[in-house]
């Protein structure tokens, strides 16, 4: 069964850089997408950026060109690069892939 592990999360200030990682229990190759989510206190969880088995990408307004997901599949590992990070970019990140998630790493960005 597959199971995700978020790390990489902490408190960085504005135009600072923090890498997520995202590490799964078996392999990911033959997954279609794989998924960041965040949640900041009070709003609702929001999908931040995908990356496919083919390697397209897709990002939330709110990130583009700021944010890069990226895959390794030999370490079955899913990553998020997040530049200029921004007080609004507060929020618990999430990985998420064929309806599993992980449990979640705190990103505090202070202005």
């Known amino acids: 069964q597959l199971q995700l592990v978020e790390s990489g999360g902490g408190l960085v200030q504005a135009g600072g850089s923090l890498r997520l990682s995202c590490a799964a229990s078996?392999?990911?190759?033959?997954?279609?997408?794989m998924n960041w989510y965040r949640q900041a206190p009070g709003k609702q969880r929001e999908l931040v950026a995908t990356?496919?088995?083919?390697?397209?990408?897709i990002y939330a307004g709110s990130v583009k060109g700021r944010f890069t997901i990226s895959i390794d599949n030999a370490k079955n590992t899913v990553y998020l690069q997040m530049n200029s990070l921004k007080p609004e970019d507060t929020a618990v990140y999430y990985c998420n892939a064929n309806y599993v998630w992980g449990q979640g790493t705190l990103v505090t960005v202070s202005s």
């Open positions: 990356i496919t088995r083919g390697g397209s990408t």
């Open positions: 078996r392999s990911i190759f033959s997954i279609y997408a």
